[in-house]
């Protein structure tokens, strides 16, 4: 009999594979377990127990028998190649059910299986159990590094929001303006409009807008246009490293839909500089010449629209002498239309109120592109509040192009008297006769004072003795001190008795009164344009140093000197 060790197989589903197996292996076997089975299953089955027994016999006998055909088959077996290994069948059930014939090992864990039905969840037994047991944290190569991430990405973090909020706050307080002296700002070239071959108009705009919120809290003191003094920007040629002074002026292109599409030129405009419209977002726009083989002139018209430049500034080249009137009056900024220029109905009244003299007169001479600090000058808000006489020169009629426009309506409304020398017409040419003899300063500060006496000084020819010196400087002073009183005295003159002012709905209007007004002769002198012309109206630079030189020229000869005379 094969023994069978039912206290084995401990399932169903063991039991059925261990038949399974038996039956691949040993089917002639399977009755017999089938019964072995059968007697193990139904114990209550008692009356089938004999003949059980009976059949237990007749197994053994059919296993004999088995036994002995299988020799005679095994002697008689001649397997085929592709034919399954030969079964042992001596030890083929035993060695099935030892298996690998390891000791039996209870297992430590008791496992219970019930076919209950489980309790409601989270409430039977076994969860409220199992829920209590503390899992094992299961440790991978990930959750060992989730510590370091984390602890790197906090601390970019730290360090991008403490770049960002603080040290970039510094830099944007810098980047924030405009303009910076010590860095370049990129600007995009919005518009190009040529005058003629040698003469453009090159309109630009800030690539950043980050200024205008700094601009719109302090605008007084950060709009960069303020007529009191003359200011320019370095526009840098980044190919050859080179940088060039170029003067910004507050005007720019009005652009619609028609002069996009080319069949207009936009239209030339003033900014505005009032309360609403705010550097009108940074726009500026220069006045360039042309040089055949200047560097930084050709690179910048070569650049079409939508090229940047980087520019640098602003760096200031000239300030007006204090005058008193800037504590009181503000001239209005001129605009594309004299009709909307506001009068200046308060001014004589302040004048007299206050004892302020009048504003010195301005002999302004151009070359070229060097009216540029003059126009920035009459264009920017805060403008010079008194007269200029602009002496301007070029080759021909028409260099200025639109702008010539604007002088137009600046001499409309009194502010300045345009005298044009132009080389095509040699009548008209800049020549002694149109320089007249410097007048004394109608007003002059205790800071221009010393300014003046410093000039007097350093132009006292070396020769001169001490004694020369010293009576020198005491006569200055004694001119400067008459020249103030003779200021007051002449403002006591011209007193009036009160009366109210009488009103003027623009300047253009006023300008009809004022325009009969005899205007104080010139005190200052500002020269401006190629080296060759400022040579001719006033003697030349001092070329390495930049420093003014004596004045000669046509001034010198007509008695102008250091004092009264600045080179641009
Ligand atoms: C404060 C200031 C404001 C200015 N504003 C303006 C402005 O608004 N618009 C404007 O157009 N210009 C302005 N300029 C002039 C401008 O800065 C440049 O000088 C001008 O554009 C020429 O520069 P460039 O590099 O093109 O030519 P450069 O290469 O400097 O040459 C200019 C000309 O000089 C000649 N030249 C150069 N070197 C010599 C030399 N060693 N000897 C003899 N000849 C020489 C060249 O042949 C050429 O014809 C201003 C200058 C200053 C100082």
Redesign the pocket.
């Known amino acids: 009999m094969i023994p069978l060790r039912t206290g084995f197989i401990k399932s169903r589903s063991r039991s059925v594979a261990f038949t399974k197996t038996l039956f691949l292996r040993q089917p002639a076997l399977l009755p017999q377990i089938r019964c072995r089975f059968l007697s193990d299953k139904s114990p209550d089955n008692a009356a089938e127990d004999g003949k059980a027994d009976s059949q237990k016999n007749d197994s053994k006998a059919l296993l004999k028998k088995d036994t002995a055909s299988n020799e005679v088959q095994k002697k008689d077996f001649n397997p085929l190649p592709s034919a399954p290994a030969e079964f042992l069948r001596d030890s083929g059930i035993e060695m099935l059910l030892k298996k690998d014939n390891k000791p039996y090992i209870p297992k430590l864990e008791y496992k219970r299986e019930s076919f209950e039905y489980p309790g409601l969840p989270n409430e039977d037994e076994f969860t409220k159990y199992s829920n209590k047991i503390e899992k094992r944290k299961q440790v991978t190569r990930w959750t060992r590094y989730i510590p370091k991430i984390l602890t790197a990405v906090v601390l970019v973090w730290g360090v991008y929001a403490v770049k960002v909020w603080y040290l970039d706050a510094d830099e944007d307080a810098e980047q924030n303006d405009l303009l910076s002296p010590l860095e370049f700002h990129k600007f995009v070239i919005t518009h190009k409009q040529k005058i003629d071959d040698e003469?453009y108009l090159v309109e630009v705009m800030p690539t950043s807008s980050q200024w205008q919120y700094s601009t719109y809290a302090h605008y007084e003191r950060k709009s960069i246009w303020d007529g009191d003094k003359?200011w320019?920007v370095e526009?840098k040629?980044p190919q050859i490293m080179?940088v060039?002074?170029?003067?910004?002026?507050p005007l720019y292109f009005l652009k619609s839909s028609r002069t996009r599409s080319g069949e207009e030129e936009p239209l030339l405009k003033v900014i505005d500089n009032g309360e609403k419209d705010m550097d009108h977002g940074g726009v500026m726009l220069?006045?360039?010449?042309?040089?055949?083989?200047?560097?930084?002139?050709?690179?910048?018209l070569d650049k079409k629209v939508g090229d940047e430049l980087e520019i640098r500034g602003p760096?200031v080249?000239y300030t007006f002498p204090f005058h008193p009137l800037k504590q009181h009056h503000t001239r209005p900024t001129f605009r594309d239309l004299p009709s909307k220029i506001e009068a200046e109905t308060l001014l004589k009244g302040i004048k007299r109120e206050y004892d302020i003299p009048e504003v010195d007169t301005v002999d302004f001479y151009a070359a070229?592109?060097?009216i540029?600090?003059i126009l920035q000058v009459l264009f920017s808000r805060n403008p010079y509040r008194g007269f200029v006489n602009v002496h301007y020169s070029a080759r021909k009629d028409g260099e200025l192009g639109p702008m010539d426009r604007f002088l137009f309506f600046l001499e409309k409304v009194d502010r300045i008297k345009l005298i044009k020398h132009i080389d095509d017409n040699p009548k008209t040419r800049l020549s002694a006769n149109d320089v007249t003899k410097p007048a004394q300063p109608l007003y002059v500060s205790q800071q221009r004072q010393e300014n003046i006496a410093q000039i007097q000084e350093s132009t006292i020819p070396a020769s001169e003795s001490k004694k020369d010196e010293k009576l020198s400087r005491e006569s200055l002073k004694k001119r400067l001190a008459i020249l103030e009183g003779e200021g007051q005295k002449q403002e006591k003159k011209i007193e009036a008795p009160k009366e109210h002012a009488p009103y003027f709905e623009n300047a253009l209007a006023q300008a009809k009164i004022t325009l009969q007004e005899v205007k104080p002769p010139a005190a200052l002198s500002l020269v401006?344009g190629?080296d060759g012309f400022v040579e001719y109206v006033a003697g030349g630079k001092a070329l390495e140093t930049g420093e003014q030189g004596d004045v000669r020229g046509l001034l010198g000869s007509k008695g102008w000197d250091s004092t009264n005379v600045f080179k641009?």
């Open positions: 003469h003359m320019s526009i040629q080179v060039r002074s170029y003067t910004p002026l220069f006045y360039i010449k042309r040089y055949g083989d200047g560097e930084v002139s050709r690179y910048i760096h080249d070229g592109t060097g540029a600090p401006c190629p641009l």
